[in-house]
């Protein structure tokens, strides 16, 4: 199988218009997802945090991607949020955007629960044991366990299904040793940074783009 073109550049982390009853106006998402193309964006990241995505149902979710890829038809990669409260539920949701044709998902560390290392390995191990689909790691210490370097490093030569990190913590430090961590021995890994404030440094210290919301 050929290999899938690296994740780079500017995904923008979408929001979702919704009618006067809240529910999805598909109309004006199309039109949403075309101006943001028109625009030049690399890529699209719905059901991220911008997206709010804890806010919408499963269904919803699964609609949101729907709509957009229909939308897109392969004129930019989506990178879609598929993080879902357990193991069982996050599969199912990588194989349905896998039947979409979604270049690749998201997915945070369990949240709610705070989870030791070896814990948030064996999550993502899992995960990337069973995703049709290639999988960024998305490391939000604000609102999920944290990924540290040891478990990117090791999930990184161990499971090709998991292709690159969005690193959202705002540490450049941390991000710089994933990077040489990773990259000898991983030089497709993709690093995204979703700190917008992050996005030159980190850029100018070997990242490969981000998920921000201000683009």
């Not at 995703?131 to 040891?150: H, M």
Request: with cysteine.
């Amino acid at each position: 199988m050929m290999a899938q073109a690296k994740l780079q550049g500017i995904f923008t982390p979408n929001l979702v218009p919704l009618d006067s009853r809240g529910e999805i106006n598909e109309a004006e998402l199309r039109k949403y997802t075309d101006w943001l193309i028109e625009r030049g964006v690399h890529g699209l990241y719905p059901n991220g945090s911008t997206g709010e995505f804890t806010r919408f149902t499963v269904e919803e979710r699964r609609r949101i991607i729907e709509i957009m890829a229909d939308q897109v038809r392969g004129r930019v990669p989506i990178l879609a949020g598929a993080a879902e409260a357990n193991v069982k539920e996050t599969i199912r949701a990588c194989e349905y955007y896998h039947s979409l044709g979604v270049r690749a998902v998201a997915i945070v560390a369990p949240f709610y629960y705070k989870l030791s290392p070896a814990s948030v390995y064996a999550y993502f191990k899992e995960i990337g044991k069973n995703t049709p689909i290639d999988v960024t790691l998305y490391n939000i210490p604000l609102f999920a366990s944290p990924i540290d370097v040891p478990t990117v490093q090791r999930l990184s030569e161990e499971c090709e299904k998991i292709v690159a990190i969005k690193d959202s913590s705002g540490d450049i430090p941390h991000m710089i040793r994933m990077i040489k961590a990773v990259r000898p021995n991983r030089p497709e890994f993709a690093f995204l940074t979703g700190w917008d404030a992050a996005l030159m440094p980190l850029i100018l210290v070997g990242c490969d783009g981000g998920t921000n919301a201000t683009s």
